[in-house]
C-alpha cells in the first residue's frame, strides 16, 4: 500500500499480510511528492497522481516496488487530463475518467506509464453519481445517495469493453439501497457499505449475482472507519480514520477479512499510525 499526506506531503508504503498484521516497509523524504488531489491504483503496477486545484491540471504516474521501493515513471503535459474528473481505475491499467457533469473518458496505461486515449464521452452522457465502485469482474456499480434532489437514491450496474465503449446492463429501481456515504467493491460481485454522520456508522455488505441482482447479506460492525481499501484482490481490507488538528490527530486502522457469509473479522492495528489524506493498494 501507498500512503501520502496531502498537508506534509509524506509518503510512506507498507503491506498487510495474510494473518492481517500491518508490515512498515518505506518512509519517503517530505517534498519528494508533489501536491496531489486523487492517487489511484490501476491495477497494472501503476500509481496515478492528479491534481486539478490550479489553473492548470498536473499529473504524473509512477511505480511502487514489492519491497516498497518508488519509481517515478512520467510527467504528462499540462491538461492532458480535463479538471473536474474522479479517477476510477477498471483494472489492467484501465482508467474511467468521470466529471458530475456527466462528461468522461476512458483510457489506458501501460507498465511504464504510457497512456492511450480510447474513448470520450460529452457532457450529460453519463448521470450523477455519488459512489461509482469497480468490481474486479470488470463490470462498474454506480449509486447515487443524494437526497437533495428528493429522487431518493439510485443505481445501475454497467461495463466498458476493450474500445472504451461503455454499456449498461442493470438499472436498479429508485430507493432499492438505502443511504450509503461510501461502497467498496470487494472481491467477485461483494460490496461494502457505509454511512457516517459522525455519531452514527452503519455498515453493510451484500452480493451482486451475475444477473445484476442484489442480496443484502450482513449488517457489520466494523467501528469507527471512513476509510475501506481493498486490498489482497478484494479479499482483505484495510480500515483507516482520523481525527482533530495534524497536531492532536487521533488516529486509528483495522484490518479486516470477509468470510462467505459477508461477515467481516476486524483486527485492530492500534494507534501508532500517521495521518494520511491519501492510502490505495
Known amino acids: 500500500m501507498f500512503f501520502y499526506d496531502y498537508n506534509t506531503r509524506a509518503a510512506a508504503t507498507a503491506k498487510v499480510d495474510a494473518s492481517g498484521a500491518f508490515i512498515h516497509l518505506q518512509t519517503f523524504p517530505v517534498n519528494q511528492f508533489g501536491k496531489w488531489t486523487q492517487i489511484a491504483s490501476l491495477g497494472c503496477g501503476v500509481l496515478f497522481f492528479y491534481n486539478d ?3 492548470n491540471v498536473i499529473s504524473a ?35 474511467f475518467f468521470y466529471s458530475s457533469t456527466g462528461a468522461a473518458k476512458v483510457g489506458r496505461f501501460d507498465t511504464s506509464g504510457n497512456y492511450t486515449n480510447l474513448k470520450d464521452y460529452p457532457a450529460g452522457t453519463f448521470g450523477q453519481w455519488t459512489s461509482i465502485a469497480p468490481f474486479e469482474t470488470g463490470e462498474v456499480f454506480f449509486y447515487n445517495g443524494d437526497f437533495s434532489d428528493e429522487t431518493g437514491t439510485q443505481a445501475a450496474i454497467g461495463k466498458f469493453d ?13 430507493n432499492q439501497f438505502g443511504k450509503w456515504s461510501s461502497i467498496t467493491a470487494l472481491s467477485g460481485r461483494w460490496a461494502l457499505f457505509q454511512y457516517t454522520d459522525g455519531v452514527f456508522f452503519p455498515q453493510a455488505t451484500g452480493q451482486f449475482t451475475t444477473a445484476g441482482a442484489f442480496n443484502h447479506k450482513k449488517n457489520v460492525a466494523l ?38 457469509a459477508g461477515d467481516i473479522k476486524v483486527r485492530d492495528l492500534g494507534p501508532d499510525f500517521s495521518r494520511w489524506s491519501h492510502i490505495v493498494a
Open 53 to 55: 486545484e490550479g489553473a
Open 61 to 95: 504516474s509512477g511505480r511502487v516496488d514489492g519491497a516498497g521501493g518508488y519509481t517515478h515513471l512520467k510527467d504528462y503535459a499540462l491538461n492532458q487530463f480535463a479538471k473536474s474528473f474522479q479517477v476510477v481505475p477498471l483494472g489492467a491499467g484501465r482508467v
Open 162 to 174: 476493450s474500445s472504451g465503449t461503455f454499456s449498461q446492463t442493470v438499472g436498479f429501481p429508485v
Open 223 to 260: 467501528g469507527r472507519f471512513w476509510t475501506a481499501i481493498p486490498i489482497d484482490e478484494g479479499s482483505q481490507l484495510f480500515l483507516y480514520s482520523s481525527a482533530g488538528s495534524d497536531a492532536g490527530a487521533f488516529v486509528k486502522a483495522a484490518s479486516g477479512r470477509m468470510d462467505a
